[in-house]
Nanobody, 122 residues
Framework: QVQLVESGGGLVQAGGSLRLSCAASGLIFSINAMGWYRQTPGKARELVAVITRGGSTDYADSVKGRFTISRDNAKNTVYLQMNSLKPEDTAVYYC????????????????WGQGTQVTVSS
């Protein structure tokens, strides 16, 4: 019913930039919050940034000042602009949508993308 597709990952040198995009598709009424998580082998998935429909944002301390999350509500799309990238940012980045209201009622209200690899070389 709802699919999230990420794009924009890749290989970049330390100090460089990448912009991730995530588009949610389906018969969607609204999405309360959209965010980005990341995960490396052997570590738990962690929240990187989140943005509500109203535009409120929150960031992990490790990315504050370097990453910017934004959202286009009309397109159900969320972006993550990543600047001044560090090798520590290397991870699989996952897009998430929380509080999703769909045209067809569903007990599920959260969805995840498949992830996109971000690799930062030193």
């Amino acid at each position: 019913q709802v699919q999230l597709v990420e794009s924009g990952g890749g290989l970049v040198q330390a100090g460089g930039s990448l912009r991730l995009s995530c588009a949610a598709s389906g018969l969607i009424f609204s999405i309360n919050a959209m965010g980005w998580y990341r995960q490396t082998p052997g570590k738990a998935r962690e929240l990187v940034a989140v943005i509500t429909r109203g535009g409120s944002t929150d960031y992990a301390d490790s990315v504050k000042g370097r990453f910017t999350i934004s959202r286009d509500n009309a397109k159900n799309t969320v972006y993550l602009q990543m600047n001044s990238l560090k090798p520590e940012d290397t991870a699989v980045y996952y897009c998430a949508a929380k509080g999703v209201r769909t045209v067809v009622p569903s007990p599920r209200d959260d969805y995840w993308g498949q992830g996109t690899q971000v690799t930062v070389s030193s």
